[in-house]
């Protein structure tokens, strides 16, 4: 199928990162549960809220420092590199598609990007060794140097409004691809999980690579059931 594709839409969750040591969000026993996201709301609304979801985002940053693009994202990163791939829609917010090489405009993040923070009024970027180094300082997350707006990881938090770009940019490819190829999500989080539906209903092969059962297995032209740095290492070039 990947041979015969005009255009490849690659579309990844959680499941391609836990095979790099980071935990998904519903996992028994995840980290997440100790260290839930705070609302976008409850963070607006409360300087304690503020303080509490970025000493939460520091401790589970240290829980995968170390992590390094799996076998799954090179993968994907081969297909981009060989022109079968334009970019690839992740629901993923760690950074591992853009450290396995591929650029910026090649990775659509629906979810944000957990690996720098930015103002929520100017929107300019900041480094989180900055903001971390003035958080362990005196116990309150800084202002943002520009403007003094409030900083937050750049993430889509619960409750805050999906970011229309990336929803547009996804929406193109989804929409001009022969072939959408999911890996590692088990399509439950809306709207991010309905581009693979709006693919299929476009014409496309549908193809999900996940380790469990999938909401929409039964739309799909092939399903594997196994890890996925096993099956898109055959890629990897």
């Known amino acids: 199928m990947i041979q015969d594709a005009r255009v490849i839409a690659g579309f990844t969750g959680a499941g391609i990162s836990t095979e790099s040591g980071i935990p998904d969000f519903r996992s028994p026993g995840s980290p997440w549960m100790r260290h839930k996201p705070i609302s976008f709301g409850l963070f607006l609304q409360s300087a304690e809220a503020r303080r509490e979801a970025w000493r939460r985002k520091f401790a589970m940053d240290d ?3 170390g992590a390094r693009p799996s076998l799954g994202h090179l993968g994907f990163a081969s297909l981009v590199a060989e022109g079968r791939m334009p970019a690839v829609i992740t629901q993923n917010i760690d950074g591992l598609h853009q450290a396995s090489g591929l650029a910026e405009d090649q990775v659509i993040e629906l979810h944000g990007n957990g690996t720098y923070a930015k103002c929520l009024s100017c929107g300019r970027r900041h480094e ?3 903001v971390r180094r003035c958080f362990e300082a005196d116990g309150e997350p800084p202002d943002c140097r520009f403007c003094g707006g409030i900083l937050k990881s750049a993430t889509i938090s619960f409750g805050q409004t999906m970011p229309e770009g ?3 940019q996804a929406q193109r490819l989804t929409a001009s691809c022969d072939l959408f190829l999911v890996a590692g999500s088990s399509l ?14 476009n014409g496309a ?3 999900i690579v996940n380790r469990e059962p999938t909401p929409l297995d039964e739309a799909a032209d092939l399903v594997i059931n196994a890890e ?5 290492s055959e890629f990897v070039s």
Do not use: H, N, Q, T
């Not at 439950?188 to 209903?201: G, H, L, T």
């Not at 996925?228 to 898109?232: E, H, K």
């Open 63 to 65: 829980l995968y420092r």
């Open 128 to 130: 989180l060794d900055w």
């Open 166 to 168: 990336p929803m547009r």
């Open 188 to 201: 439950v989080v809306y709207p991010a999980a309905a581009f693979p539906a709006f693919a299929k209903e």
């Open 205 to 207: 092969r549908l193809v």
């Open 228 to 232: 996925i740095g096993s099956i898109l």
